[in-house]
């Protein structure tokens, strides 16, 4: 990537206030290339814009942009620069206000001064989605209360022994602290516990909803996430985390859309209001606890440009509830 000092109000029909940095390399093809990512996390992707006058930098996240044309440019704004400029290290969504349709995605900035500070955190936030990337970014700097890595100099919160070995560790031949030690060291199984852990939460808060039975996990790519029996009748429940960011009202927002539509067919990438019954909102990323909120999705709005799909702008207003067991009887009525 060719990184270029950024612009600001000097292109013709774009906002005043506008900063922005091009992604070249070599000719405009109009291909699609992807972002290289390091299959053993020895290296650490960084795809970001430099402005060497106001001593700044800004990242995207390279999942969401790989794979990517070249060339595109990335804007930001006035009030963006101040901030990172007044603290050293801000994070926020990009303003997509003109394509509402395109997926959340949330940036970063810094000064020099917090560079090693980002290129930590983009081995942090590799492949989260965009509330726990803001969320990450936001608690950089804050002490881990457990899973400390040991080798890092710093104390390791260990949880009580209960009297027994887990049976992975005995496989593992690791003790039990080691495991934890060993998620909390690699990116890639880090991120991957935390999406599980929400959704064990939710079963954990599904299975003990009275006249649930049969509450369990669907481990398939596409599909729903949870498959339960409410009063006899089979039900489906989708898991999506909130933002971070929540609207100027408070309400916490869902981005809700896959990140990659299939070739040829760009509606493919929003959800089909028959693909699940109801619709469950984390809401870790605003609040840090693993609370939910939950709608059926027959309640949300059709997707203003592709028919039989559900909008992708999706607000946990007042809609949403957090008793479970009114959704689900709502959903067999």
Known sequence: MRRQSPTRGRLKNRPADEHRFQVKYGLDDKKLHR???????????????????????????????????????????????????RSGWHSWERDHRADDDKPVEVLVGGTAKSFLRYVRFEKDAVGEDQGHRMLLADRIDRPTPSLVVKSA??????????????ALAQEFEMEESEVLDLIASARR?????????????????????????????????????????????????????????????????VDFQRTRASKGDPCSRYYGASEFDVLAACLHAVTEEWEFKYILTGSLEPHRKCPSKLSNNVKVDDRWTDEIAKVLRSAVT
């Open 189 to 253: 199984l880090k991120m991957a516990v935390r999406g599980w852990v929400a959704e064990e939460h939710l079963v954990r808060r599904l299975a003990n909803v009275p006249g649930v039975t049969e509450c369990m996990r669907i481990d398939e790519d596409g599909g729903p996430d949870v498959n339960l029996t409410f009063e006899g009748s089979r039900l489906t429940v989708e898991c999506k985390n909130v933002l971070r960011q929540t609207t100027a009202e408070g309400v916490a927002r």
């Open 153 to 166: 100099g710093l104390e390791v919160v260990a949880n009580p022994r209960t009297g027994r070995i887990h």
């Open 35 to 85: 972002i290289w990512q390091d299959p053993y996390f020895l290296y650490t992707t960084l795809f970001c814009g430099i402005d060497p006058e106001r001593g700044i930098f800004v990242g995207v996240d390279p999942v969401i942009h790989s794979p990517t044309r070249f060339f595109i440019s990335v804007e930001y704004k006035d009030e963006d620069v101040d901030a990172i400029l």
